[in-house]
């Protein structure tokens, strides 16, 4: 059967507004995200809340669209990113949950486009060679960070990301929402912040 877990360990207690701002305090001009990632969070919030909601969401953002493929600065994802979260909280239970909606959005959305199925084309390979170019496709998403796969067993492993503005439940929901986009059966994944803005996010599956 194909399905998926996540962490369940409760409430991270990384949505608050003090956490959003210590990271936006670490960022720099430098530090970018594609408009793919918007996108994402703003459907989310749409499809789940209504447009009314969506305009709300955007209200702390300068930009009210973005073109999927041009870079934005990270910290207006992060902006977006916590209030749309917070906005689904209630609904799915919680920041994390809803973190991880949001999150498990982005690999549909990435292979629909032109660059996503040629990463598909990977997945011909096995999902080992398309985690294994993970790292790839993160460069391409975002100018910050870095991440490391590194293997457990035959199916199982775990991300190490590092300088990574993202939180561990975004990677948490965007390897879910892979992972059922290519049908893994069984797959688990559950991640943990480890440093000031590193992260390690375990996985696995049948």
């Known amino acids: 059967m194909i399905g998926g877990h996540t962490s369940t360990g409760g409430e991270s207690g990384l949505g608050t507004e003090l956490e959003l701002q210590r990271r936006l305090s670490l960022v720099t001009p430098a530090d970018s995200v594609r408009g793919l990632s918007f996108h994402t969070a703003m459907e989310a919030v749409r499809a789940d809340l209504g447009d009314e909601a ?89 100018s910050f960070g870095e991440i490391i796969v590194q293997w457990s067993g035959p199916r199982s492993g775990m991300l190490v990301t590092k300088r990574d503005f993202l939180l561990y439940l975004n990677h948490e929901g965007g390897l879910m929402g892979l992972f059922r986009a290519v049908g893994l059966p069984g797959a688990r994944v559950s991640g943990r912040q480890v440093g000031t803005l590193d992260n390690v996010v375990e996985f696995s599956w049948e």
């Not at 032109?114 to 990977?122: C, E, P, S, T």
């Open 54 to 142: 969506l305009a709300q969401c955007l209200a702390r953002n300068r930009e009210k669209a973005y073109k999927s493929f041009f870079h934005y600065p990270v910290s207006e994802y992060l902006v977006l990113l916590y209030n749309a979260a917070w906005m689904l909280s209630e609904k799915h239970g919680g920041f994390d949950s809803a973190v991880r909606r949001i999150s498990g959005g982005i690999a549909p959305s990435f292979l629909g486009s032109v660059v996503g199925k040629a990463f598909m084309l990977l997945a011909k390979e096995g999902p080992r060679q398309l985690i294994n170019n993970m790292p790839v496709a993160f460069r391409a998403a975002a």
